[in-house]
């Protein structure tokens, strides 16, 4: 390159001819010269990138819980399970005497529930309240330095299921789970096989069927049952979408 300039500078302000040939010969020389002194990187072989896809198998049950408390009362809580066809197999409601806010009373109950359904052996669920704070806070979308522990249990506790979520729903459609958190303040403990009785027909002299927590079997049995069939229907889901890919 320094040939060029030079012979540049001396057409320039010498009037004398550049020589095209020479010149040539000299930018060959430059580049076979920087070409050695710079030997080629080697270039990274390219990734296929692999997306990374969410489940496509919908939770098997859903389970809606509600939580309610009072300055001067206990807190209580309703929760309801229902299997894939949207039935009812399982009404709870318990009673503490505690006191807590409305915001750590629905945290504790999307804990309960989650602790429930790994001791009935469920691995396909979602966990359905009416409480948008506690859901975003477990689902680590805001946080609240009240229930920050606690969230960070229901997330523990999410690592022992399969397919679960926590997700936000309206007050209407947890209304079956609000309405067996009034009944925990009349009843207390109780869990009943399928559909509970309404608070307001409820009547002292217990002209409904219930079964005490210690006497759980024939809740067991119903789950077994619906586990068997949500099964089924997990394989079924799981060889349509094997087929679909294929």
Not at 71 to 81: C, E, H, K, Q, T
Not at 177 to 183: P, T
Request: aromatic share 6%; charged share 15%; proline share 5%.
């Amino acid at each position: 390159m320094t040939g060029f300039w030079n012979g540049r500078n001396a057409t320039v302000f010498n009037g004398i001819k550049l020589d095209p040939g020479r010149l040539a010969l000299d930018v060959t020389s430059f580049v076979h010269d920087f070409n050695e002194a710079n030997p080629p990187r080697c270039r990274r072989a390219p990734v296929a990138h692999v997306s990374i896809q969410p489940s496509l198998v919908t939770p098997i049950f859903s389970l809606f819980v509600d939580a309610g408390c009072s300055m001067s009362g206990p807190i209580v809580w309703g929760l309801v399970l229902r299997n894939s066809d949207g039935e009812t197999i399982l009404s709870v409601c318990k009673r503490e005497e505690i006191s807590v806010d409305p915001l750590m009373a629905e945290t504790l109950g999307v804990r309960w529930a989650l602790q429930l359904v790994i001791d009935q052996g469920i691995n396909s669920v979602s966990i359905h309240s009416d409480a948008a704070n506690v859901v975003n806070c477990i689902n680590r979308k805001s946080s609240f330095a009240a229930i920050n522990l606690i969230a960070e249990d229901c997330r523990n506790l999410m690592t022992c299921l399969a397919n679960v979520c926590v997700l936000f729903v309206s007050r209407t459609q947890n209304s079956d789970a609000h309405n067996l958190a009034s009944l925990a303040r009349i009843m207390g403990n109780r869990t009943w096989q399928g559909v509970s009785p309404h608070p307001s027909g409820f009547s002292v002299s217990a002209d409904f069927s219930y079964f005490e927590p210690e006497t759980e079997q024939p809740i067991l049995d119903v789950l077994a049952r619906s586990r068997q069939k949500s099964g089924e229907l997990l394989t079924s889901s799981r060889q349509s979408l094997l087929g679909e890919s294929g």
